[in-house]
C-alpha cells in the first residue's frame, strides 16, 4: 500500500507542472504561476510563436494545433517554464504538424525561442531574447536588454525604442530591417539586405557577401563603426557627437561620401582605392571596406 501511494503522489505532482493536449484535441490552454523575471523558453516546428509581455505573473498559452501535432509540453519550474510542440516520432507523419501558439509571460521575463518553419513574434518583453528560426519570419519590439536574433531564410523586423542594449543579429539570406536601435549593435548576413535606423548607437559592426547594408540615423560620441562586404554596397549616414576619424578601403568598387572629398588611389599600378579624413574632432572611429561594393560615407 505505501509504494503504490507513494506512486499516486508521484504522478500528481508530474501532473501538476506539466500540461498536454492529445492528438484528439485540437486546442491547448493552459496558466501557470511563474516568477516575474524567470526564463521562458518556447520551441515549435512548424505554424507561429506569438508572444507579448503583460503585468501578470504568470504564463498563459493558447494552441490552435494541425492534425500532425501529438501534444504540447508545459513544465513549469520555480524560475523557469518550457514550452514544446511535440510531433509523433515516427517517419511521414510531419505533415499537417503545425502548432499556432498565442503565450503571455511577465513582461520581465527573459525569452528563448526556437522554431523551425514557425513564424516568430514577440512584443512587450523587458526581459533578454534569445530568438531564432530556419525559415519563418522574425519580428519583435527591443526593449533596454539584450537580444540576440538568429535565421537561415526568413525576414527579421526588429523595432527599438532608443533604449540602449547589445543586439546581435545574423542570417543567410532574408532581409532584415532595425528601426531605433540604439546601444550595440552588430550585423552578419550572406545575401539578404539590410536596412536600419539608428538611435544612437555606441557601436555598430556589420559583414555581408553579397548583400547591401544601409544605416542612417545618430551615433554617440566616441562611437565605433566597423563594416566590410564582399560584393554588397555599404551605406552610412549618421552624424556622432564629436565626429569620427573615418577610413574607407575597396578593391574595385566606388567610394563616395558627402564630404566633397575625393578617393585616392592605393596603388599608382594596381587597383583599390581609399578615403581617410576626420570630421569634428574625430572622438569616433568609422571603417568601412569592401572588394567590389561600393561605399558611401555622410553625416547628414
Same mark, same amino acid.
Given at each position: 500500500?505505501?509504494?503504490?501511494?507513494?506512486?499516486?503522489?508521484?504522478? #500528481?505532482?508530474?501532473?501538476? #507542472?506539466?500540461?498536454?493536449?492529445?492528438?484528439?484535441?485540437?486546442?491547448?490552454?493552459?496558466?501557470?504561476?511563474?516568477?516575474?523575471?524567470?526564463?521562458?523558453?518556447?520551441?515549435?516546428?512548424?505554424?507561429?510563436?506569438?508572444?507579448?509581455?503583460?503585468?501578470?505573473?504568470?504564463?498563459?498559452?493558447?494552441?490552435?494545433?494541425?492534425?500532425?501535432?501529438?501534444?504540447?509540453?508545459?513544465?513549469?519550474?520555480?524560475?523557469?517554464?518550457?514550452?514544446?510542440?511535440?510531433?509523433?516520432?515516427?517517419?511521414?507523419?510531419?505533415?499537417?504538424?503545425?502548432?499556432?501558439?498565442?503565450?503571455?509571460?511577465?513582461?520581465?521575463?527573459?525569452?528563448?525561442?526556437?522554431?523551425?518553419? #514557425?513564424?516568430?513574434?514577440?512584443?512587450?518583453?523587458?526581459?533578454?531574447?534569445?530568438?531564432?528560426?530556419?525559415?519563418?519570419?522574425?519580428?519583435?519590439?527591443?526593449a533596454g536588454a539584450d537580444a540576440e536574433v538568429k535565421n537561415v531564410s526568413g525576414?527579421?523586423?526588429?523595432?527599438?525604442?532608443?533604449?540602449?542594449?547589445?543586439?546581435?543579429?545574423?542570417?543567410?539570406?532574408?532581409?532584415?530591417?532595425?528601426?531605433?536601435?540604439?546601444?550595440?549593435?552588430?550585423?552578419?548576413?550572406?545575401?539578404?539586405?539590410?536596412?536600419?535606423?539608428?538611435?544612437?548607437?555606441?557601436?555598430?559592426?556589420?559583414?555581408?557577401?553579397?548583400?547591401?547594408?544601409?544605416?542612417?540615423?545618430?551615433?554617440?560620441?566616441?562611437?565605433?563603426?566597423?563594416?566590410?562586404?564582399?560584393?554588397?554596397?555599404?551605406?552610412?549616414?549618421?552624424?556622432?557627437?564629436?565626429?569620427? #576619424?573615418?577610413?574607407?578601403?575597396?578593391?574595385?568598387?566606388?567610394?563616395?561620401?558627402?564630404?566633397?572629398?575625393?578617393?585616392?588611389?592605393?596603388?599608382?599600378?594596381?587597383?583599390?582605392?581609399?578615403?581617410?579624413?576626420?570630421?569634428?574632432?574625430?572622438?569616433?572611429?568609422?571603417?568601412?571596406?569592401?572588394?567590389?561594393?561600393?561605399?558611401?560615407?555622410?553625416?547628414?
Open positions: 500500500m505505501r509504494t503504490v501511494s507513494t506512486t499516486v503522489v508521484w504522478m #500528481a505532482l508530474c501532473m501538476s #507542472a506539466t500540461g498536454t493536449a492529445s492528438a484528439d484535441d485540437r486546442t491547448f490552454d493552459r496558466q501557470v504561476a511563474a516568477e516575474p523575471k524567470g526564463i521562458v523558453d518556447i520551441s515549435n516546428v512548424a505554424g507561429s510563436i506569438e508572444v507579448s509581455g503583460w503585468d501578470r505573473n504568470e504564463v498563459s498559452v493558447h494552441g490552435e494545433l494541425g492534425d500532425g501535432v501529438e501534444r504540447v509540453d508545459m513544465i513549469s519550474q520555480p524560475g523557469h517554464t518550457s514550452i514544446k510542440v511535440v510531433l509523433p516520432n515516427t517517419p511521414g507523419r510531419h505533415r499537417g504538424g503545425d502548432a499556432d501558439l498565442k503565450v503571455q509571460i511577465p513582461q520581465g521575463s527573459e525569452l528563448d525561442v526556437s522554431a523551425v518553419s #514557425a513564424d516568430v513574434r514577440a512584443k512587450n518583453v523587458q526581459g533578454a531574447q534569445r530568438l531564432q528560426s530556419v525559415s519563418g519570419e522574425v519580428s519583435a519590439e527591443l525576414d527579421i523586423t526588429l523595432q527599438g525604442h532608443g533604449q540602449p542594449a547589445g543586439v546581435h543579429v545574423s542570417t543567410v539570406s532574408g532581409d532584415v530591417r532595425i528601426e531605433h536601435a540604439a546601444g550595440d549593435l552588430e550585423v552578419s548576413t550572406v545575401s539578404g539586405e539590410v536596412k536600419g535606423s539608428l538611435d544612437g548607437a555606441h557601436s555598430l559592426r556589420a559583414r555581408s557577401t553579397s548583400g547591401d547594408v544601409t544605416f542612417v540615423g545618430k551615433l554617440t560620441r566616441n562611437v565605433t563603426v566597423d563594416v566590410e562586404s564582399v560584393s554588397g554596397e555599404l551605406t552610412l549616414k549618421a552624424a556622432a557627437d564629436g565626429g569620427y #576619424a573615418y577610413e574607407l578601403t575597396s578593391f574595385s568598387g566606388d567610394i563616395d561620401n558627402c564630404f566633397g572629398v575625393q578617393a585616392q588611389r592605393s596603388s599608382q599600378y594596381g587597383p583599390g582605392s581609399s578615403l581617410r579624413g576626420t570630421r569634428g574632432d574625430g572622438s569616433g572611429h568609422v571603417h568601412m571596406r569592401s572588394m567590389s561594393g561600393e561605399l558611401m560615407l555622410c553625416d547628414k
